[in-house]
């Protein structure tokens, strides 16, 4: 009985060391007879519970469960790398520690730090372990970064107690791969309009004021609001992204052109994202002819300021939602703060500029995001892709009181 989301699709199943490790064969069984192609990865104790041999039988293909078997297979990186779905079941309270915490001294948790993919975690273990306050921030930690996790049922365990630490049964984490695995549309009917990458202020035809910004968060929250429905413009200063598909690409060159780009479709919007790296001031006098060198006798070049793009949208503004982003040396809390409540904006994501893991050009990224009702939450690193959701997440939420939201973002100047 094939399953239309489940058939073709490849699942990474990550049996742990858990007394529920056998219920790991009945889901198996049930994710291949839909037409899922498993693989089954193995932490050392899980080999306790049940042999691998088991699963190789089941799923036809050899079960992983040595990160160093074979010298040149990177066998972490191609398995996630097709996979549709990681998939820890049962998972140990060690083993969500280990993910939570990043930690990379197997080949799950080596796996976990690499992934492309949705990963589900349905943890099985004692009653008081699941309610400990240390598993519970492995949890919240995990599902914060958009891990779904399938909690525990209530009932009697391996210990003969009661409580709650079960594996959800067969049927919950079924339905659940299947919500996991299908395409979200929840940004349907939204017109979401974003602006991405530098600002370039000529100085003359060849010299120009920029700055480092790849466009790539920005590329990334177009992609990932057009594959979950959303009818999505991205006005884009100079970048080597491709155009995501069904997406409508705006280029523009300076600030102004991304104001006029930005205002011309302002009202059409439901969303403003505003995650360009807008430069802040321009060449007051710029060349139509190439300076020659010889003519620079040393003067300083005179600057003049571009226009703050959100202030002057937000004086347009009738009922759009607005985040902003906020590129920041150091002190990210405050001065995100202060930019939030002086552009008048609904949320801002801040992120780290300059140094090691910069937020420019990295294909990962870490950020705080500040909304006016709520205390600073952070986001920590993870690909620009997966950062997109989680983001769309957060702003989603916002629309629901959309009002209040706004009123209590008042300026404070
Ligand atoms: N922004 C804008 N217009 C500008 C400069 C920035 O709309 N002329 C937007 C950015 O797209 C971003 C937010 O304002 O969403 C914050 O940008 P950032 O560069 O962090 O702050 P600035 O307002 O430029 O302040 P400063 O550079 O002094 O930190």
Known sequence: MTDALLAGKHVVLAVTGSIAAYKAIGLLRLLTQRGATVHVVMTESAKQFVAPLTFEVLSGSPVTDDL?????????????????LLLV????????????????????????LTLQ???????????????????????KILQSRGVTIVEPEKGELASGQWGQGRLATE????????????????????????????????????????????GKMGYAI??????????????????????????????VVTADEMLQ????????????????????????ESYSHKVK???????????ER??????????????????????????????????????????????????????????????????PNTAPSSIPRMPKQQLADVLLDRIKILSTSPQSQRSASQPIL
């Open 68 to 84: 160093f078997s074979g010298h040149h297979d990177m066998k972490h990186l191609s398995l996630t790398e097709h996979a549709d």
């Open 89 to 112: 079941a049962p998972c140990t309270a060690n083993t969500l520690a280990k993910i939570a915490l990043g930690l990379a001294d197997d080949v799950l948790g080596t796996m976990a």
């Open 117 to 139: 993919c949705p990963l589900m975690i349905c943890p099985a273990m004692d009653g008081e372990m699941w309610t400990h306050a240390t598993v519970q921030a492995h949890a």
């Open 171 to 214: 049927d919950t984490i079924l339905t659940t791969v299947q919500t996991v695995l299908q395409p979200r549309k929840d940004w349907q009917g939204e017109r979401v309009l974003i602006s991405a990458g530098p600002t370039q202020e000529p100085i003359d035809p060849v010299r120009f004021l920029s700055n480092g910004s790849s």
């Open 222 to 251: 177009a992609e990932a609001a057009a594959a979950r429905g959303a009818e999505v413009v991205l006005v884009s200063g100079p970048t080597q992204l491709a155009c995501p598909v069904g997406v409508t690409r705006v280029p």
């Open 261 to 284: 780009a930005l205002s011309a479709r302002f009202e059409w919007a439901t969303t403003l994202v505003m995650a360009a790296a807008v430069g802040d001031f321009r060449a007051k």
């Open 293 to 303: 060198k010889e003519q620079w006798n040393g003067e300083a070049l005179q600057l």
């Open 306 to 371: 571009t226009p703050d793009i959100l202030l002057a949208l937000s004086a347009q503004r009738t009922n759009q939602r607005m985040i902003g982003f906020a590129a920041e040396t150091d002190e990210l809390v405050e001065h995100g703060q202060s930019k939030l409540h002086n552009k008048q904006l609904d949320m801002l994501v801040a992120n780290q500029v300059g140094g090691e893991h910069s937020a420019f050009g990295n294909d990962s990224n870490e950020v705080i995001v500040l909304t």
